[in-house]
DNA sequence: GCCAACGTTGGC
DNA sequence: GCCAACGTTGGC
């Protein structure tokens, strides 16, 4: 008996891993994560979720693409290498901190849906990412949003 | 367990 | 580059 689907927004600097990265690559491990909360968003993930995979830290920020959970949680291993930036001296084998999904590309948008359409857009009232101050890199999205989300990317841009 | 200091995120 | 909003750390 599987759940229904869930649907989660994951952030990443297109500096470090972009859309056009995992157009390369097709699936990735969600390296890095170091924040309980979203920690444990993917721990509740399953495969088969479907994630909104949006630009931080770029102008302009954005969802960009759609993926798709493609592993259950599994430990991070950049975690147990002191040579990773990522490293967590605290970790052990036997009892890892930090835990990543694999992500696959469903798709790369044919636009950019920009934070300032998602905050301008009443549809999505009450989506995370358009909370000031809101810096979760893994959020939970609700599947009405994430429809409309789509939509808005499969239509003109905005101006 | 409190909370001040510190580090990070991420929009602008 | 600035800085507000957070999350984490560590002294007490």
Same mark, same amino acid.
């Given at each position: 008996m599987s759940r229904a689907v869930r649907h989660f927004l994951m952030k990443t600097e297109p500096d470090v891993f972009s859309i056009d990265d995992l157009v390369r690559v097709g699936k990735a491990p969600w390296e890095g994560v170091r924040n309980y909360q979203a920690r444990n968003l993917m721990r509740e993930m399953a495969i088969g979720d479907l994630v909104l995979f949006y630009h931080s830290s770029t102008e302009p920020p954005g969802v960009v693409g759609l993926a798709r959970v493609a592993s259950e949680a599994y430990p $991070? @291993?950049?975690?147990? $290498? /002191?040579? &990773? !930036?990522?490293? !967590? /001296? *605290? @970790? &052990?084998? !036997? *009892? /890892?901190?930090w835990y990543l999904v694999d992500v696959e590309l469903a798709e790369k948008l044919p636009r950019c849906v920009t934070l300032a359409e998602l905050k301008a $857009?009443?549809?999505? $009232?009450?989506? +995370?990412?358009? *909370?000031?101050?809101? *810096? +979760? &890199?893994v959020q939970p999205v609700e599947p009405a949003h994430y429809a409309r989300v789509v939509e808005l990317a499969r239509s003109p841009a905005p101006g």
């Open positions: $991070d @291993a950049s975690q147990f $290498d /002191p040579k &990773s !930036e990522y490293h !967590e /001296p *605290r @970790a &052990s084998a !036997e *009892r /890892p901190f $857009d009443d549809a999505l $009232d009450g989506m +995370l990412v358009r *909370r000031k101050g809101m *810096r +979760l &890199s």
